[in-house]
């Protein structure tokens, strides 16, 4: 993307500020100006500069009402099971749902599997089944790196546009609490590994007014969305307010939590290379119509084709809620990400990520346009500029 078109060098003045303020690019409360041993540790600045824009990417989330799709389908003489349709928490559940997804897929006895798509579903489904012993074979019509899993934002959000209230089937809830605690558990063995696949950060949510909850309102006709986070507290860290003595922030109220990160770029190249290492092949193809899968050589099959089910299965109950992320350069030393006026940082290690997530969950809701919009980039960058230029004017 030309820089050109973003008003090239619309940095804000302020943001130079740190470094000949003597604080090296890092942002102190009022404790570490006291000098109390209390004094928190000072985190290093955001740079959130518009030149520092790489790209602008938009994913559509494949949501469905109901929840995730895993009914088991006879298209000829294949078996297909599905696993798509998970809206805002593909990664978060991808494990679990994997495991519901194989043990059906295995449930005849079939050892020769194949899975259809190499996006976060089909990634962890055609590794949980060469871990169980099958032969996998992933066929899909776009390369990992085109997936709209790489374009997602890479946090924890296993209860994220994942069913709308009222819509699901009976014994749902546990379902999800199940899925949601096997992807938890399985999240543990790659956090530590070289490269961070997946790592933990601490989290800031900035007000300046009372807190507001994100799930308030919903409008622009999207339905009230499931929250089930209640059931799962034991795995989630809670946010908890920061004191004002230890507030780095130029703003009222602050809540500290900590999240799972998943650095997408490294972890996707994980699960893909592990996957071929135990033998696994992948194939790309893309099917038209289900008809076309009678053609493969495996009796098994499972969709992974997350948005693309829609057209593939013709399955208008898939609705998109768009999103968009501005990437901008790394910073390693970066471990914390925010969120403030209605845009959420995350620092990953491949890019920091830059949204505009709305004042609630319905932003982007029903909304198919897969093209970028460069002053919803922009505005999402300038929003965390003032923040930073505040910051350092306070200082
Ligand atoms: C902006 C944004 C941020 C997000 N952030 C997060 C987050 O932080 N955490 C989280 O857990 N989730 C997040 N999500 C949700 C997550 O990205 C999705 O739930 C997830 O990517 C769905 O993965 P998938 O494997 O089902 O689909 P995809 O990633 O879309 O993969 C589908 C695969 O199927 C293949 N395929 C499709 N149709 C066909 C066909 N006809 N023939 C052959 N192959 C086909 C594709 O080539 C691809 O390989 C986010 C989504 C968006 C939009």
Known sequence: MGM?????????????????????????????RLGSVARPPPLPAIRAELDRITRVTVCLRPFRKAGPRLDVEAVGDKTVVHNYGHGGSGWSLSWGSAEIAVRKALAGGARDVAVIGCGALGLTTATVLRRAGANVTIYAADRLADTRSSRA??????????????EVAAGFPELWEGMCRTSFRTFQDYVGLAGAPVEWSDRYSLSDGPPASRHDDSGGGAPRFVEYADRVRDIMP?????????NPFPVANV????????????YAHVLMTDFLLAGGRIEVRKFNT????????EPVIVNCTGYGARALWKDESVIPVRGQ???????PELRYGLYYKHVSVLPRRDGIVFQQVGASDAYGYGDDREVPDLEEARTAVMTIAELYDRMARAT
Do not use: H, M, Y
């Not at 946010?239 to 230890?246: I, K, L, Y």
């Not at 809540?255 to 490294?266: M, S």
């Not at 289900?290 to 050589?297: H, N």
């Open 4 to 32: 050109a078109t973003l008003g090239r060098r619309a940095v804000l003045a302020g943001l130079g500020g740190f470094g000949a303020s003597g604080l090296a690019g890092c942002v102190t409360g009022p404790a570490a």
């Open 153 to 166: 934002t890479g946090t924890w959000s296993p209860d994220s546009r994942i069913a709308a209230e009222g």
């Open 238 to 246: 809670r946010q908890t307010p920061v004191a004002a003595a230890d």
């Open 290 to 297: 289900p008809g076309e899968l009678t053609a493969l050589k």
């Open 255 to 266: 809540r500290r939590g900590a999240a799972l990160q998943f650095n997408v770029t490294e």
């Open 325 to 331: 992320i501005a990437w901008l350069i790394p910073q």
